[in-house]
């Protein structure tokens, strides 16, 4: 049985202050008390100490990184290493968001020289994949699923595949408060798990944790979680509000 991870990823938000606030007001609503969903907050990266220190005890909830370099340390200016989060207490690091690769040109070998430098430093992964609008209407999903999948996660191994978190996002229901249908998110689910398992073996297709992401809202997260194949939700904007995040979480909890 796979457990749920919910993540909300706040992207260029959110100041020390605020952080602080938002994890007060996500434990006064019990978040830190649910185990049998993994809660992960990704704050940027200058208020990453800030939730680890507001978090206290509620080691249930992780803090993940937006992004890393691959290298282990030097001259790159704005970068930040592996080694710095895990300095940081981080546990996971998103990776090839597709802000990431469409503003900042990321492709899957990139992402790919990234996520093996995430294991090696024992952080975890949540490697983004999705289609755009237009690749959709082309009928094409597969195909480029398959393809960032096969050159973000090419070269790991089993064990390291199933740590790793691959979350799909459309990239046209990212912030656009369009979601996918419930329908339409396990179908590319089910694909994703179909090529892992051909990647790696059944046991590494089963183990892997598939979060949806693309306009999750209370109002929906519910019926997204609860197809067969989506293990949990990567959340943008409805993260930045702690009692909207703290129902995402409780939706997960419901099957
Ligand atoms: C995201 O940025 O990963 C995301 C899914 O954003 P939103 O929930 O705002 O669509």
Same mark, same amino acid.
């Given at each position: 049985?796979?457990?749920? @991870?919910?993540?909300?990823?706040?992207?260029?938000?959110?100041?020390?202050?605020?952080?602080?606030?938002?994890?007060?007001?996500?434990?006064?609503?019990?978040?830190?008390? @649910?185990? $049998?969903?993994?809660?992960?907050?990704?704050?940027?990266?200058?208020?990453?100490?800030?939730?680890?220190?507001?978090?206290?005890?509620?080691?249930?909830?992780?803090?993940?990184?937006?992004?890393?370099? *691959?290298?282990?340390?030097?001259? %790159?200016?704005?970068?930040?290493?592996?080694?710095?989060?895990?300095?940081? %207490?981080?546990?996971?690091?998103?990776?090839?968001?597709?802000?990431?690769?469409?503003?900042?040109?990321?492709?899957?070998?990139?992402?790919?020289?990234?996520?093996?430098?995430?294991?090696?430093?024992?952080?975890?992964?949540?490697?983004?994949?999705?289609?755009?609008?237009?690749?959709?209407?082309?009928?094409?999903?597969?195909?480029?699923?398959? /393809?960032?999948?096969?050159?973000?996660?090419?070269?790991?191994?089993?064990?390291?595949?199933?740590?790793?978190?691959?979350?799909?996002?459309?990239? *046209?229901?990212?912030?656009?408060?369009?979601?996918?249908?419930?329908?339409?998110?396990?179908?590319?689910?089910?694909?994703?798990?179909?090529?892992?398992?051909? /990647?790696?073996?059944?046991?590494?297709?089963?183990?892997?944790?598939?979060?949806?992401?693309?306009?999750?809202?209370?109002?929906?997260?519910?019926?997204?979680?609860?197809?067969? $194949?989506? $293990?949990?939700?990567?959340?943008?904007?409805?993260?930045?509000?702690?009692?909207?995040?703290?129902?995402?979480?409780?939706?997960?909890?419901?099957?």
């Amino acid at each position: 049985m796979r457990k749920k @991870i919910v993540a909300a990823n706040w992207k260029m938000n959110m100041t020390q202050a605020e952080a602080s606030r938002f994890v007060e007001a996500l434990l006064l609503r019990d978040v830190g008390e @649910i185990t $049998d969903v993994e809660v992960v907050i990704v704050p940027p990266f200058t208020a990453i100490a800030k939730v680890t220190e507001a978090l206290g005890n509620a080691q249930n909830i992780k803090v993940g990184a937006q992004n890393m370099y *691959w290298e282990k340390n030097g001259p %790159f200016t704005g970068e930040i290493s592996a080694a710095l989060l895990r300095d940081l %207490f981080v546990h996971y690091v998103v990776l090839g968001h597709s802000e990431r690769r469409t503003l900042f040109g990321e492709t899957d070998e990139i992402v790919n020289r990234k996520v093996r430098v995430a294991h090696e430093a024992k952080l975890r992964p949540i490697a983004c994949i999705g289609e755009t609008l237009e690749q959709r209407d082309r009928g094409n999903v597969e195909k480029i699923l398959a /393809m960032q999948l096969r050159g973000s996660l090419a070269g790991l191994t089993p064990k390291d595949l199933q740590e790793t978190v691959v979350a799909y996002e459309p990239v *046209w229901a990212i912030g656009t408060g369009r979601t996918a249908t419930p329908e339409q998110a396990q179908e590319a689910h089910a694909f994703i798990r179909k090529t892992l398992r051909e /990647m790696a073996d059944d046991t590494t297709g089963e183990h892997v944790r598939i979060q949806y992401g693309g306009s999750v809202k209370p109002e929906n997260a519910r019926e997204l979680m609860s197809q067969p $194949d989506i $293990d949990g939700a990567l959340v943008g904007g409805a993260s930045l509000d702690p009692r909207s995040f703290a129902q995402i979480v409780k939706a997960a909890r419901e099957r």
